[in-house]
């Protein structure tokens, strides 16, 4: 069984940082494209950073220069590094990853559980 497990986020002030983090385990042959969106209340889900196996990320112009994407492939974990936060970034955060559980087996989407951030004074 494969899971997604998140970790971090919080409340912080503008201006302020967080970091989030998103492990995978379970019964992992490969990731392929992983990324981070975002639901705030009342909104739809927004695609935050998305990255490819091959490393390209593209983030989404309300958080460029402020965000980072990284992935540990020999920890199967997953970051989302936050920076110079805004209260427009207060949202639920999800990670996402599409998994290939066995040798020449599909591959499926993942969700992680979400994680609240909200930026406030």
């Known amino acids: 069984q494969v899971q997604l497990v998140q970790s971090g986020g919080g409340l912080v002030q503008p201006g302020g940082s967080l970091t989030l983090s998103c492990a995978a385990s379970g019964s992992i042959f490969s990731i392929y494209s992983m990324g981070w969106y975002r639901q705030a209340p009342g909104k739809q889900r927004e695609l935050v950073a998305p990255i490819t196996s091959g490393g390209k990320t593209n983030y989404a112009d309300s958080v460029k220069g402020r965000f980072t994407f990284s992935r540990d492939n020999a920890k199967n974990t997953t970051y989302l590094q936050m920076n110079s936060l805004k209260p427009e970034d207060t949202a639920v955060y999800y990670c996402?990853?599409?998994?290939?559980?066995?040798?020449?087996?599909?591959?499926?989407?993942?969700w992680g559980q979400g994680t609240q951030v909200t930026v406030s004074a």
């Open positions: 996402n990853a599409e998994i290939q559980g066995r040798p020449a087996g599909p591959r499926f989407n993942f």
